[in-house]
């Protein structure tokens, strides 16, 4: 397993191109009698690999894309070189998610080969574009066509990374929804020695930004934290030192809880421009909507599964950014999340403790193992 895991990490499949990692996948899989499919659309790769006739559909949810690497020379080891030392393993995209992916596939090779009876069907669904945009995505795609087929989804485990200190001590049973915007804050350009015959919008950002960071949205529940906004960049100027500009470019993003919508949001959100009488160009990104799961059924498998195996049961709470599990909620699946230690994702010299990718294994086969007996 660690063998297989460190030929995916040396592949460098940064976002959206998978470069590979499907062609060893899928070899692995098809010695295991899985049917497998590759669903492209644009520059995005996709494999859905299926194994049983009969039963309600579980499904593994994963990627193989990684976010770029970063400096190359920061890294104790370069960061596609798959290096162990001693019990960690580094390498860009080992904790998200290419060892969760590499993880389930163990453990459902170890799961189809010791059961005697498989009482529902199992579906493992990779794309190569889940740390890209959304528009770029083709996991959607595949979710409303299998929704037109009437394949639904009843079970669904998302291998993301959700772990905080050791593994599994956290599972993800939500996620926030995400909404971007990209505003332009109209002034008027002029020498900045008159003063009277300028708008500045840097000065007029100040008051906005003021009320949007004192705004609060909403307070959350029981699930989610409560809705926080944040601006990620601010531009603006001519480039010379004695000329005001005639506009400022803001780009932000709320992560929003199940107490606002894109609408409410959009809405207040005008309500601050109106009242602050700015004019303004405003363009909005819909990323994702957010999802729960209040069902207890699948929760209660993976949770007692986890105990079975690490002896302490998940904190299940909906934090961290958006996953594709947002779009197989629109199956009303039961959605669980449950991957490696996150401490080193996106990070320089990103990795895992082999240790404990041995203990995902086997929760996620005692996972599989439980759910077949309980269907």
Known sequence: MIEFL??????????????????LIEEELVKHDFNCERINYLNVENLYATYGNSGKLFCFLGHTDVVPSGPEDKWKYPPFSATIENDILYGRGVADMKASVVAFMEAAKEFITSSEDLNFRLAIL????????????????????????????DFCLVGEPTSTKKVADCARIGRRGSLGGHLKILGKQGH?????????????????????????????????????????????GTGAHNVVPGELELTFNFRFSTESTEESLKSQFNSILEELKLKYELNWDLNGTPYYTEVSFFKDVVCNSAKEVTGYIPELNAKGGTSDGRFVAK?????????????????????????????????????????????
């Open 6 to 23: 460190q030929d995916l990490l040396k592949i460098r499949s940064i976002s959206p191109k998978d470069m590979g990692c499907f062609d």
């Open 331 to 375: 199956m009303e699946t039961e959605i669980v999340e449950l991957g490696p230690v996150n401490s080193s994702i996106h990070q320089i010299d990103e990795h895992v403790k082999i240790s404990e990718l041995w203990t995902l294994k086997d929760i996620y086969k005692k996972i599989l193992i439980n759910l077949n007996q309980a269907l």
């Open 192 to 236: 900045i020695a008159y003063p009277e015959k300028v708008i500045n919008p840097i000065l007029q950002s100040g008051d906005l930004i003021s009320k949007l960071n004192k705004k609060i949205w909403d307070s959350g529940n029981d699930a989610f934290d409560p809705t926080s906004f944040q601006i990620s960049n601010i531009n603006a």
């Open 126 to 153: 990779l794309t190569s574009n889940e740390e890209g945009t959304s528009k770029d995505g083709f996991i959607d795609k595949i979710i409303e066509q299998m929704m037109k087929e009437n394949e639904m989804i």
